[in-house]
């Protein structure tokens, strides 16, 4: 069974920054992307940022040129570093992998558990 285990999150100061890290654990032969959704109090859950294991990158306007997202497709470990933080960013943080392959089955998608990100006003 694969599992996303992610670290990182937190409490940060506006205009400070936070990075997360989320690894695929279990016997992987590949992952097509890798990558996070956010969800805030209230909303709907959306995408942050995503990257393929060719390295295609898709980025939400909201975090275009704060965030940053990168992997290591040997170590199925997706990363994302957030700089410049504003309250808006504030919210559960997913992990996400799309198409991932092993010996024994296919899953469409994993999600991992999603690590809290608060920015205080």
């Known amino acids: 069974q694969v599992q996303l285990v992610e670290s990182g999150g937190g409490l940060v100061q506006p205009g400070g920054s936070l990075g997360l890290s989320c690894a695929a654990s279990?016997?992987?032969?590949?992952?097509?992307?890798m990558g996070w959704y956010r969800q805030a109090p209230g909303k709907q859950r959306e995408l942050v940022a995503t990257?393929?294991?060719?390295?295609?990158?898709n980025y939400a306007d909201s975090v275009k040129g704060r965030f940053s997202v990168s992997r290591d497709n040997a170590k199925n470990t997706v990363y994302l570093q957030m700089n410049s933080l504003k309250p808006e960013d504030t919210a559960v943080y997913y992990c996400?992998?799309?198409?991932?392959?092993?010996?024994?089955?296919?899953?469409?998608?994993?999600w991992g558990q999603g690590p809290l990100v608060t920015v205080p006003p």
């Open positions: 279990g016997s992987i032969y590949s992952i097509y992307a």
């Open positions: 990257i393929t294991n060719g390295g295609r990158i």
């Open positions: 996400h992998a799309l198409d991932v392959n092993t010996p024994d089955h296919r899953y469409p998608e994993v």
